[in-house]
């Protein structure tokens, strides 16, 4: 049973490309977060905010594209990414900067 996940893409002020993602990402979805992201060609911020629960299928999909990525992630996800050693990685602003980040 694949779990729910949405993705919408957008631009920020600076043209830089964004992707929201909401929902589960786990082992049941990571391919499609991995096709979303490779779509996406250079750097992307990627807004984890409305993200209840993240496994380590999503975190390798993350990791294998850490050279490309800023993400903007709640308070739930913040030890998740610290521990996993991906906050060491790439740039990871908490929900509380969302706005200034935002288109």
Same mark, same amino acid.
């Given at each position: 049973m694949t779990t729910t996940? @949405?993705?919408?893409?957008? =631009? +920020?002020? !600076?043209? @830089?490309? =964004?992707?929201a993602v909401g929902g589960e990402i786990d082992m049941s979805n990571a391919d499609r977060l991995a096709e979303a992201l490779d779509s996406r060609p250079?750097? *992307?911020?990627? !807004? *984890? @905010?409305?993200?209840?629960?993240? !496994?380590?299928? +999503?975190?390798?999909? *993350?990791?294998?594209r850490a050279d490309r990525l800023e993400l903007i992630v709640p308070p739930l996800l913040e030890p998740v990414l610290t521990v996993s050693g991906l906050a060491g990685l790439v740039?990871?602003?908490?929900? !509380?900067? =969302?706005?200034g980040l935002q288109d």
């Open positions: 996940l @949405t993705l919408a893409s957008g =631009r +920020g002020a !600076d043209g @830089t490309a =964004r992707l250079g750097p *992307l911020v990627v !807004d *984890l @905010t409305e993200v209840a629960y993240l !496994d380590s299928a +999503g975190l390798s999909v *993350l990791f294998a740039p990871v602003h908490g929900s !509380d900067t =969302r706005n």
